[in-house]
């Protein structure tokens, strides 16, 4: 308890200086004192957060800052997760969640649609992963049973991709790119359906669309610890 404690405290100090607020200005503007006031209040709610290298945090905040995303947990943007780092102990990774990939897309204004759907049996009509094409029928729904994740979007330019991965794929995925997944906590466990669209998401955006800097820099620095 005394190390979480001394680090809170450590994190406080650091966003109460001067310099950090000065910097968390120049990125946010007159949003930066409630950003501050929210990567505190993130903290303080979270246990393991509150023994991890307040550095990593306010260095996850920081990411977060300059997207222009809130980490409220509550409103799915971003989130400052918890990971444990075999030479460095506990530290803060920026997680994008996948409104956080949809607000980037739609600032962008290359995008007319994006949307991402859980596909149960009987809802996948055809399919041709050779040319990358599906054929999707919301109402042929038969059981609750999840079979995938389907995430499309379509550009002003008038070109429309599909990207789908099934349940079984995106368990593979979040084993392979995921500690928490792997240890069983964390919001792949909370949560596997929102983190599945996330994923099939985040590939279909970073394999065929448009991307913004920002856009570029999330993907760049999803589930990071920045240094």
């Known amino acids: 308890m005394a190390n979480e404690l001394t680090k809170l405290n450590q994190l406080k100090n650091m966003l109460s200086m001067d310099s950090t607020k000065q910097r968390f200005t120049e990125i946010m503007g007159k949003k930066a004192p409630a950003f501050i006031s929210s990567v505190l209040q993130v903290v303080s709610n979270n ?20 997207l222009d995303l809130s980490i409220n947990p509550n409103l799915g943007f971003a989130a400052i997760i918890p990971f444990n780092d075999r030479q460095k102990g506990q530290v803060a990774q920026i997680q994008i969640m996948v409104k956080g990939f949809k607000q980037l897309a739609m600032r962008s204004g290359q ?28 109402y042929a729904k038969k059981s609750d049973k999840v079979i995938g994740y389907m995430a499309y979007f379509k550009l002003v330019n008038g070109f429309e991709k599909y990207f789908y991965m099934t349940k079984e794929q ?9 500690q928490t997944y792997k240890k069983g906590f964390g919001i792949w466990k909370d949560d596997f359906d929102a983190m599945a669209l996330k994923t099939v998401t985040k590939l279909l955006l970073s394999k065929y669309g ?14 990071s610890t920045i240094k």
Do not use: W
């Open 47 to 66: 246990s393991y957060l509150q023994n991890a290298d307040p550095t990593s945090v306010m260095a996850s905040a920081a990411i977060a800052a300059t």
């Open 111 to 138: 995008y007319l649609a994006l949307n991402d759907a859980i596909v149960y049996e009987g809802q996948l009509v055809k399919e041709d992963p050779f040319k990358g094409e599906y054929e999707f029928d919301y």
């Open 170 to 178: 995106v368990e593979a995925h979040g084993k392979k790119y995921s």
């Open 210 to 223: 448009i991307l913004s800097i920002e856009m570029e820099r999330a993907i760049t620095f999803d589930q």
